[in-house]
């Protein structure tokens, strides 16, 4: 089964620095791989997705995720953190049988210091 | 949360009572997802739904029940035989032809048992 993994539960970044928010998949053949946020009492904001190609991915909101196949790993990125980015950020990977299903991880709590 | 509505937002239930909440789509997608998510646990899919009258079980289905007699309707039925059943539930919805396609969700309903 696909799987992800987040190790941090929380990220804490100071405002204007870079932030990076890990996650490290566990596939059977080509990921297809998504990030996720959500403010509290909401429902999941779509930020982007990795399907093929460039390993640099762009999405909303100027993060931008980096996927490694090497290394099984897809972290979110933004070169300068603001205080509204802190949220929870969920990574998932597609399951492979085409009913797209979705696998999340736990979800990493970011903390944008002031 | 545009094209997906949930409701209530809030709910309480006494133990053993069944209660059902609403998910309805506009996005004109095929296919719909119930999700639990618990804190620190991330999402866990319930049931999912890639076409009217047809639906699966996820990965936590026991004590949950749901319809697809309409395309733009997934309602979920929390029964007296879930165990544990306050948590925050969320609906998504997607298209399944042609590209991988993101889930998009609703604003999420937070079920109380008191």
């Known amino acids: 089964a696909q799987s992800v993994a987040q190790p941090e539960d929380q990220v804490n970044v100071a405002e204007g620095n870079p932030l990076t928010v890990k996650c490290t998949y566990s596939?059977?053949?080509?990921?297809?791989l998504f990030w996720y946020v959500q403010y509290p009492n909401r429902g999941l904001q779509f930020l982007l997705k990795?399907?093929?190609?460039?390993?640099l991915v762009k999405g909303s909101y100027g993060f931008e995720a980096e996927f490694n196949k090497s290394q099984t790993s897809f972290h979110l990125k933004k070169p300068s953190a603001l205080v509204s980015d802190s949220a929870l950020y969920f990574c998932a990977v597609r399951d492979m049988d085409g009913n797209n299903r979705l696998a999340f991880g736990k979800g990493n709590q970011v903390v944008v210091i002031p | 949360d545009g094209g997906i509505t949930q409701s209530p937002k809030y709910l309480f239930r006494k133990e053993g009572q069944n209660v059902t909440l609403s998910c309805e789509q506009n996005l004109n997608h095929d296919a719909m997802y119930w999700y639990r998510q618990d804190p620190g646990q991330g999402l866990r899919l319930i049931y999912y739904s890639q076409i009217v009258n047809d639906f699966q079980k996820g990965d936590i289905a026991e004590g949950y029940s749901v319809s697809r007699e309409k395309k733009e309707s997934f309602p979920l039925t929390v029964t007296s035989a879930q165990k544990n059943p306050t948590a925050f539930y969320l609906c998504a919805s997607s298209k399944l032809a042609g590209a991988v396609n993101e889930q998009f969700f609703g604003p999420g309903t937070r079920l109380t048992v008191l």
């Open positions: 596939v059977s053949g080509n990921p297809y």
């Open positions: 990795y399907i093929t190609g460039d390993n």
